[in-house]
C-alpha cells in the first residue's frame, strides 16, 4: 500500500500499510503540546477503530526529544482564565491521555531525547515503549511548582506507588535504565537501533489477531489496576488549581524567564 500523510498544525499522522505513524510535531518546543496538539492528538485517538486500516500505532517527537511536556507558555496563561475555562481545560488534557490509553490498537511508544512531565505521561499510555540509551525521563512538575496531575493514574499504573513517590517527589531526571526498571520502558537500545527494534515489535503484533488484541487491551485495565477509570477526575482538577496557585505562576514564569524559582536553595 502506498504510504499517505496528512499533516495537521503540530502532528503528523502517516499511514504506511497497517501501521500508523504519529509524529508530535512542534521541535521548537520539543514537542511540548498545547491546547492545538492536545484536541489533534485526541482527535486522532478517537477516530482509530478496532477494525480499521490501521493495526499498530508508533508515537515518535519530531527533532531533539520525544517530548517536554505540557507547554509552560500555555499552563502559564491559566491564571488569566476563569475557573470553570481552567478546569474545562485540564479536562480536556485528561481526555487526551484517556483516548490514548484506550487505543483499540497497540500503542509503541518511540522515546528519544527528553521525556519530561506529559511527555512520561505520553510514554505511560503506550503499551510498548521503546527508549534510546540516551534519553531522560522526569516527572519534573514540581520543579515548576505544579504536579503531576492527569498523568498520574497512567504513570502509576506502570511505576507503582514506591518509585511514584521517588520521582513524583523529588522531580529528578532518571536514566532510560531506570525507567526499564520501574516497567515505564520495555527495551533500550542504541540510538539508531529504535526503528529496528520497533520493527520487529510491529512484526510480532502484524501475526496476532486484531480482535483478540483490541480484546486483551480492553481487559488489562478492568483487571488492575482496579479504579483506574475513576481516578481521572480528581487530577484534572488539582492541574487546574496548580497552576494558577502563586507558586505555580512563580515556578511556570521562572522556566519561561530562565531563571530559578524563589524557592530554590
Ligand atoms: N513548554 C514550553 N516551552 C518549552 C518547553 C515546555 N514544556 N520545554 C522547552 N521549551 C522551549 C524552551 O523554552 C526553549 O524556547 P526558546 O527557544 O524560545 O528559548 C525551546 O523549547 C528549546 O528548549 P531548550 O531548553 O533550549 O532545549 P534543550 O534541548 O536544551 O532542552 C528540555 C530540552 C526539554 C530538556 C528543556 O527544555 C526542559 O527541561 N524543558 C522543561 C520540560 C519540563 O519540565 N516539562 C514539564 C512540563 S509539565
Redesign the pocket.
Known sequence: MRPSARAEMSLLIEQQGPVVHVTLNRP???N?FNEVLIAELTAWAASVKADGPARVAVLSGAG??FC????????SKMVAYTRDENVRDAGAMAGMFEALDRLPIPLIGRVH??A????VGLAAVCDIVVAADDA?F?F??V??G?I?AVISPYALAKIGRSAARELFLTGARFSAARAKEIGLVHRVVPDADLDVTIGSYVSEILTAGPEAIAAAKALIPQVWPPGIEAATAPPARAIAARRVSSEGQEGLTA??E?RKPSWTR
Open positions: 521548537e518546543v520539543r511540548a531533539k526529544a517536554a511536556g505540557a507547554d509552560l507558555t500555555w499552563m531525547g527528553a519530561l512531565g506529559g511527555g531522560f522526569g519534573t512538575e520543579k515548576l505544579i503531576p522556566f519561561l530562565k
